[in-house]
Structure formats: structure tokens, C-alpha cells
């Protein structure tokens, strides 16, 4: 019998981020548990319907077209109503129940500052509203690393035995093939060029780029992401006017890998992050990584990356670029997706009875 059921809201967006790590997650958990033990509940508008083989799929017959109304009414009645243990990946819960949670970060809490709008503000308060609820009320509650770990235990004062952490991973680039076609098409990605690749909001930092690019005429920078709301930084405004940078906008994974393979290094400024998965799929594909030392990046990337100040462009790239960093071979063997899903599991059959 069916005991916890996913929201698979996650199936209505694009596979980033989060939606990657829902996706792989659940992929994995298939091969893991008993027939039907866990199941799935996924709006009628979804993107994808996996086939899973023992993760039990239930399809909603309501749309997900606002994400606050299909948490907490449609699938939190739905798991009211059978008496389900809910399992979000999505920073959220239905609201009067005790499920299982992850909260990948709570930048929404620590950042205010950078929902200025007044769309983003009530983003804003419903996310650090639902941190908070998360947090003290969850039956089960993951995050993605140590550092988020930390955070959450330190703002809301929880118990250290209240919350787990499962990484994230990069082994769902081992099926992927180049698409070079996107660098063929592209004059300026001929050369040398420094790729990143992320949201482009305003923790991506998009302004030390900006910075870097103009103070560097000489450097090509290609920049894939997409815009979210209106956390998007005026940076970019600047980056458009610069010749030296090229705005790809939405690729695909395809495209993400050739640019990977073929870039300088793959540059993530980010000033926050609780997890940050690019570097890890540039490290699979034999790229360099240049990444800020912050928040949870130099936890998880240890010596294979070169470090920057993300508030500072003072800086030769090509210059860190001839220092010496280690293999990330321990790391990559350490960071799947395979292994993030049987330390799932292993959590689920010891605290869900």
C-alpha cells in the first residue's frame, strides 16, 4: 500500500536546479524500494510522464498553473484525504501536514534585499513563511550540504538530528551527447571563451562578470540562463552592450556540454548557493572550474577548483588558470545521483515507519 506520495509539481518546469534534483532523485528511488510503496502525484499539465516501475503514478486531473495553490490545496488535499506522508523536493509542504522536506537553501531568508518588486516580495514572504513552517514542523527534513545544513539548524534553531543531508550530482550527464551545433553557429564561440551557465538572478552574480568582461575586452565570456521574474540583475542590460560577451539564453543540456567541453573554463561567481551544480557537470566534462569561495562551494569542490573573491574582479583569470589544482576524480565518484538516492533510501526505512 501506498505510504508517501510525491508531489511531482517539479514535471511542470524545466529540468533545472531543483527540478533536475527531483528528477534524478526519483529516477534512482524507482530501482530501490518495493512496488508501489511510494507514489507519485503529477498534475494534468506536466511536461513529462516518467515511467517508472515500482514508484506508483497518479495523474491529477487539476493543472498546476500556480505552484502555492496546487501545494497546499489540490496536492494537500490530496494527501490529506488518503492519509499520505507527503514528499516535496521543492522548499515547501502542504500546510497541516508533517511530511518529508527538502530546503535546498533559504536564500529567500538570508537575501531579502534582493526581492525588490513587489511580485517578488510576496515570493519572498510565502518562501521564508514556508521555510519556517518547513522547518518546525516537518516529519523528515533534508537539505543539500553541510553548509545549508548549518544555515537551517542556526535560523530556526532545530535539532543537528533533524535534518539530513543528500547531496547532488552529475552522473545524468553521462548519457548526454554535444550538441556543437550551438558553437558552430556562433561566431564569437570560435575563440577561446569562458562559459556560465545558471538562473540569471541576482545570486548568479552576473555583475562580477560584467565587471570582469569590460575591465578585459580581450576575454570572451558566454553566458547561458534563464531570466527569473523579476530577481534579474541590471548587469545584464550592461553584458548586452558588450562585444566581448555573447547572451545565449535557454540551452540545452546538449548545448550545455559541448560549451562545457569547449570552454576556457566554466566561471560560477555566485555569492550564494546551497548546493551549485554546474561546476560539477564542467568537472565531468573535463572542464576547469572557476568558482567564488563562498556559501557552500568550497565545501563541495574542495582543491579541484580556482577560487575567487565574488566581490572582487581584481583578477587574472589566465594567470589562476596556471595554478595547479587536484584531480576531481574523488569528488565526481562522491557527487551521483545513484549514490544520493541510497542514502535517501536508507534515511526513509530508518525514520518513516
Not at 249 to 254: I, R
Request: net charge positive.
Amino acid at each position: 500500500m501506498t505510504k508517501i506520495i510525491i508531489n511531482g509539481d517539479f514535471l511542470c518546469r524545466n529540468l533545472t536546479g531543483i527540478e533536475r534534483f527531483a528528477f534524478e532523485i526519483c529516477k534512482h528511488l524507482d530501482s530501490l524500494i518495493e512496488k508501489e510503496k511510494i507514489g507519485i502525484y503529477i498534475p494534468k499539465n506536466a511536461k513529462v510522464i516518467p515511467d517508472y516501475n515500482n514508484i506508483k503514478v497518479i495523474l491529477s486531473k487539476k493543472e498546476c498553473k500556480v505552484f502555492p495553490l496546487w501545494e497546499h490545496f489540490e496536492f494537500g488535499k490530496f494527501v490529506k484525504k488518503n492519509k499520505y506522508i507527503p514528499l516535496d523536493f521543492s522548499n515547501v509542504t502542504p500546510l497541516g501536514t508533517k511530511g518529508i522536506v527538502f530546503i535546498h537553501d533559504i536564500y529567500a531568508k538570508l537575501y531579502p534585499q534582493d526581492f525588490s518588486r513587489f511580485r517578488d516580495k510576496l515570493i519572498n514572504i510565502y518562501m521564508c513563511f514556508m521555510y519556517k513552517y518547513a522547518a518546525k514542523n516537518a516529519k523528515l527534513l533534508l537539505t543539500v550540504s553541510e553548509f545549508s545544513r548549518n544555515q537551517i539548524i542556526n535560523t530556526y534553531k532545530i535539532s543537528k538530528n533533524k535534518i539530513y543531508v543528500i547531496p547532488n550530482g552529475w552522473d545524468h550527464f553521462k548519457d548526454i551527447k554535444p550538441d556543437e551545433s550551438i558553437i558552430k553557429n556562433n561566431p564569437k564561440l570560435q575563440n577561446d571563451f569562458y562559459f556560465t551557465l545558471g538562473s540569471l538572478s541576482l545570486r548568479k552574480n552576473l555583475k562580477w562578470v560584467a565587471e570582469y568582461a569590460q575591465n578585459n575586452p580581450n576575454e570572451n565570456f558566454a553566458i547561458s540562463g534563464k531570466m527569473l521574474s523579476g530577481l534579474v540583475p541590471h548587469e545584464l542590460e550592461i553584458l548586452k552592450t558588450l562585444d566581448n560577451v555573447i547572451l545565449l539564453g535557454y540551452v540545452s543540456d546538449e548545448q550545455v556540454k559541448a560549451l562545457m567541453q569547449k570552454c576556457k573554463a566554466f566561471v560560477f561567481p555566485s555569492y550564494y548557493e546551497g548546493f551549485g551544480i554546474p561546476p560539477l557537470e564542467a568537472l565531468s566534462c573535463g572542464a576547469k572550474i572557476i568558482v567564488s569561495k563562498t556559501a557552500s562551494l568550497p565545501e563541495i569542490y574542495k582543491s579541484t577548483a580556482y577560487y575567487i573573491n565574488p566581490n572582487d574582479t581584481n583578477v587574472n583569470l589566465n594567470k589562476l588558470l596556471l595554478e595547479s589544482v587536484e584531480s576531481p576524480d574523488e569528488i565526481l565518484n562522491s557527487y551521483t545521483y545513484k549514490n544520493a538516492a541510497n542514502k535517501f533510501y536508507k534515511i526513509l526505512q530508518s525514520k518513516i515507519k
